[in-house]
């Protein structure tokens, strides 16, 4: 025996009786057994290498039919009204079109975006709908045209893509595709303008173009990342949205030097994965803001170092993080959509060099007062979309360093529970209770 973890390995064999038949083994695991009549020479490891190899099958037992091109029928959540518990239904998923990927979700997480459009407060209501959008997967079949994803493929699909071919895309500062940027409105696929989900023949609306609260969904080729298969899609998962969004807010946005100080607004998830983006790049003290007092011992966990609680000073909390930072923070990094806290993150920067970085989506009717002067004191303003991650180029890599144990997803995940209970998580995220909850498809 020699050993060949973790490789691709092949070798040559003679085919005494393979006819030129074909069969599909996408998603299986196959077993063998081969007769090794001799062995002059002690196989050396090959860890690390590619290998290629044929081996004799003589016999076929079982024909595994190919679901590629037919339509599938599997559970989803459906949301039939604003507001309402979802209910579990069988659904008609059609086979991808051009540049469209069917995946199989294996399992996928909620985040509060599908809470705030599931309540439709504010929004334009498109339901019957299937939301979520943070997930984790596996390539069932593929449209025409698309060659850099095949069956078996483990994946994260994504609430924005990246088209390769705009000016966004070719740009290496900014990650907005023209093509399929973000649109919280359009519930069919945008190729052709229609559904891939239906129940007896009624349409059933996509949200952000991932619809994950289904056992199978249908997804632009551009909004889905091919991922090492060796990471655990139920934890890796959660960079699908989440914790890149806040991640790389800090990380690629606000760049924090080593040694530095940095101010993060509201520490819910995505303002934990701000503070651990932070942590990473190697702020020394990060100061956590936020009116709950229940979240400031959990967030010690992902880097925090100090707290603010508005509520315990009449001074406004950008004068407060000033007095104790001795003229202000070095980066800010904004999470709850708040205005008020928006002006607080960017005012209680250092001037000079201070920069704030807005995460949180504001209100469409809100507006952001601030004096002039703010900005001719060198204070700087962003704003950031998903970390300013290339879904595609980038999220592979940040899997790598989770990988690499350079951060910790786990300590993300506080409820888990089976798809057949998913209006749990619901239950759970409305309550204020924990921070993501992994729905698992199979339960």
């Not at 966004?168 to 945008?190: A, F, P, W, Y």
């Not at 520490?267 to 702020?283: I, Y």
């Amino acid at each position: 025996m020699w050993r060949t973890a973790g490789q691709v390995i092949s070798f040559h064999l003679p085919l005494k009786n393979i006819k030129k038949e074909m069969w599909s083994t996408a998603g299986q695991v196959i077993s063998f057994h081969l007769p090794l009549k001799k062995r002059k020479e002690e196989l050396s490891s090959t860890a690390g290498q590619v290998t290629s190899f044929h081996l004799p099958l003589k016999e076929k037992k079982e024909e595994m039919s190919s679901t590629a091109g037919q339509v599938i029928r599997c559970r989803a959540a459906v949301s039939w009204e604003a507001g309402k518990p979802l209910v579990i239904e069988e659904v008609e998923v059609a086979p991808p079109q051009k540049d469209e990927v069917r995946l199989k979700i294996l399992f996928t997480s909620l985040c509060h975006t599908d809470v705030y459009f599931w309540e439709a407060k504010g929004q334009n209501p498109v339901f019957p709908r299937i939301f979520g959008h943070e997930a984790g997967g596996i390539v069932e079949s593929v449209g025409e045209g698309v060659t850099d994803l095949t069956p078996g493929d483990h994946v994260l699909p994504f609430f924005t893509g990246e088209c390769g071919e705009c000016v966004h895309c070719k740009s290496q500062e900014s990650n907005m595709c023209d093509l399929l940027r973000i649109n919280t409105d359009r519930g069919v696929m945008i190729g052709d303008g229609k559904s891939r989900f239906s129940i007896k023949g009624q349409p059933i609306y996509h949200f952000l173009g991932t619809s994950t609260f289904s056992e199978y969904t249908v997804v632009h080729v551009g909004c889905v990342a091919k991922i090492n298969p060796s990471a655990p899609l139920d934890i890796v998962c959660l960079l699908s949205c989440g914790f890149s969004t806040g991640f790389g807010a800090a990380y690629n946005v606000a760049k924090p030097t080593k040694g530095s100080t940095v101010a993060v607004f509201g520490l819910g998830a995505v303002g934990l994965a701000a503070a651990e983006g932070a942590r990473v790049s190697g702020a020394s003290r990060i100061i956590g803001v936020d009116r709950n007092p229940n979240r400031f011992e959990e967030a010690k966990k992902f880097g925090v170092t100090e707290f603010v609680n508005p509520k315990d000073s009449k001074k406004p909390v950008q004068e407060v993080i000033a007095e104790i930072t001795n003229g202000g923070v070095d980066r800010s990094i904004e999470c709850t959509g708040n205005i008020d806290a928006m002006i607080s993150a960017f005012e209680c920067v250092h001037d000079g060099w201070g920069v704030a970085v807005l995460v949180g989506v504001p209100h469409k009717d809100a507006v952001f007062k601030t004096h002039p002067v703010n900005f001719l004191n060198e204070k700087t303003l962003k704003g950031t979309f998903f970390g300013n991650f290339k879904p595609r180029s980038d999220i592979p890599s940040v899997v790598e360093k989770y990988l690499n144990k350079e951060f910790k997803l786990e300590k993300f995940i506080t409820h888990q529970v089976p798809f057949s209970e998913i209006n749990k998580a619901f239950e759970y995220m409305l309550n204020g209770e924990g921070l993501r909850c992994i729905i698992r498809m199979e339960g």
